[in-house]
């Protein structure tokens, strides 16, 4: 069973940066997709970002080029480098992961990831203006 622990949200002004945090636990083999995706208040959860286990990365296009997605295989920790916020970048931020073999590309994983097997609790970032 996939265990996932994010940490680092928090409250920044508009332009900010922050870094979230996932660690991962419980997994046998490296044959999954990770990723974050996000939920506003009364909005539908949105893949921001996916990474294949070569590094490989897509990004939803509303935060391309402003956010960075990366792993470290050795610690099992996932991180979202996030720049240039704004308010709209406001939302609870989702840690996920779930098997390769069930998604053609992190494309693929990217769009289904908030219906996926494995996801964290959650972090709050807020962006004021």
């Known amino acids: 069973q996939v265990q996932l622990v994010e940490s680092g949200g928090g409250s920044v002004q508009t332009g900010g940066s922050l870094t979230l945090t996932c660690e991962a636990s419980?997994?046998?083999?490296?044959?999954?997709?990770w990723g974050w995706f996000r939920q506003a208040p009364g909005q539908e959860r949105e893949g921001v970002a996916a990474?294949?286990?070569?590094?490989?990365?897509t990004y939803a296009d509303s935060v391309q080029g402003r956010f960075n997605i990366s792993k470290d295989s050795a610690k099992n920790t996932l991180y979202l480098q996030m720049n240039v916020l704004n308010p709209d970048d406001t939302a609870m931020y989702y840690c996920?992961?779930?098997?390769?073999?069930?998604?053609?590309?992190?494309?693929?994983?990217?769009?289904?990831?908030?219906?996926?097997?494995?996801r964290g609790q959650g972090t709050q970032v807020t962006v004021s203006s």
């Open positions: 990474i294949d286990v070569d590094g490989s990365s």
């Open positions: 996920a992961a779930d098997p390769k073999y069930r998604y053609s590309d992190t494309w693929m994983f990217l769009k289904w990831m908030p219906a996926g097997r494995y």
């Open positions: 419980g997994y046998t083999n490296a044959d999954y997709y």
